[in-house]
């Protein structure tokens, strides 16, 4: 029978057995799967385990910071090293528009940027005659991303999630993927018994691709700074009202090709809507709409209209799923 306690010590075992003597690094998100998978790997092969959390720019606001901040904590003292790809991923989706191909893009930049850190991890220990190779990537997949990335027997690809569906073919790494076969809470209830602290183990989910998957249209660095601002004020809103347990969680959306009429002050606006996603759910393969206090949802709107210079408009996105999905691409 399944118990925390004896998925961790199997999964420890089998994450021995793979990598052996070799090294590997880890991709980190700052969610609580590639927390979890990390700690896992850790406790299993100790320093052989390097963790590497990337950048991209498509983070929202202080989010870098704090995962540096939280990560020893989270991983009982794996190496870290912080990448800045920024530019690299905003260029690559310069001018795209298309959901799948800002998803393949995205999962494609996060590969050659693992592959340089290993490029850099090797070059480190060239003077060590006994240093093993790099050539295992951790990643936090879970059941449900598997699923959805048309991974599982007979289902259809909904969305290529950026670490299954999203991989590029030519990847050189052999992948260790020890939340494979859990869901969320299950993951969850792995990070509490391994100690991880609740700030981690009960983080929102964030997907992979960031923001970038939540601009519906083209990724400028002018769109994420609009919409990490309303991402920033609906987050503070939500944890204020405590409620952050409550929901699943809320996606912030910007309709950045959509321009609507506004007055604010004495004068006309023409700025853009975000949409406000809430959502509950057990493990994101269905989610209902949340059903969110009218006074929350009015600060909040008021507060982003008022705070945030080019978005006029706060929309309600009331629709379960199926048929939406969470995100919106
Ligand atoms: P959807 O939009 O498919 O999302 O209903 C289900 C859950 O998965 C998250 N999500 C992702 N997580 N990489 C991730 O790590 C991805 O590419 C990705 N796409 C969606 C989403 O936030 C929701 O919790």
New binding site residues.
């Given amino acids: 029978t399944w118990t925390t306690t004896s998925v961790i010590e199997e999964q420890v075992e089998l994450i021995r057995e793979q990598i052996g003597e070799h090294r590997a690094i880890c991709g980190l998100?700052g969610?609580v799967?590639s927390a979890v998978a990390a700690a896992l790997v850790q406790r299993a092969v100790g320093d052989q385990l390097t963790c590497v959390y990337v950048n991209h720019g498509l983070m929202r606001q202080d989010e870098s910071e704090e995962i540096e901040k939280a990560f020893g904590a989270a991983t009982g003292g794996a190496r870290l090293i912080m990448v800045d790809a920024e530019d690299v991923f905003l260029e690559a989706l310069a001018g795209v528009t298309d959901p799948e191909a800002k998803?393949k893009i995205?999962?494609e930049k996060f590969i050659r940027t693992f592959e340089k850190a290993q490029a850099d991890i090797i070059a480190e220990s060239r003077h060590d005659p006994d240093a093993k190779d790099v050539k295992f990537l951790v990643q936090?997949t879970l059941y449900?991303?598997v699923v959805?990335s048309g991974g599982g027997e007979g289902t259809a690809n909904?969305?290529?999630?950026?670490?299954?569906g999203?991989l590029p073919e030519d990847i050189e790494f052999e992948l260790v993927e020890p939340l494979r076969a859990l869901f969320?809470d299950e993951v969850r209830a792995v990070g509490s018994e391994l100690g991880l602290p609740d700030e981690i183990v009960w983080r929102q989910?964030?997907?992979?691709?960031g923001l970038g998957?939540r601009i519906i249209g083209e990724v400028t660095r002018e769109r994420l700074d609009l919409l990490r601002q309303a991402d920033a004020i609906v987050r503070a809103e939500l944890t204020a009202a405590g409620l952050d347990r409550h929901i699943?969680?809320c996606?912030v959306v910007l309709l950045a090709d959509v321009r609507s009429v506004g007055v604010q002050g004495d004068g006309r606006t023409y700025g853009h809507p975000v949409v406000l996603r809430p959502v509950t759910?057990e493990d994101?393969?269905t989610?209902d709409w949340a059903q969110l206090p009218y006074d929350l949802l009015s600060r909040i709107s008021n507060r982003i209209t008022n705070e945030v210079d080019g978005i006029n408009r706060v929309v309600l996105d009331v629709t379960s799923?199926p048929p939406?999905?969470?995100?919106?691409?």
Avoid: C, L, Y
């Fill in positions: 998100s969610g799967d998803r995205i999962g936090g449900p991303d959805e909904i969305k290529s999630h950026h670490n299954v999203g969320k989910p964030f997907p992979g691709p998957i699943w969680q996606p759910s994101a393969m989610a799923k939406g999905t969470i995100e919106w691409e």
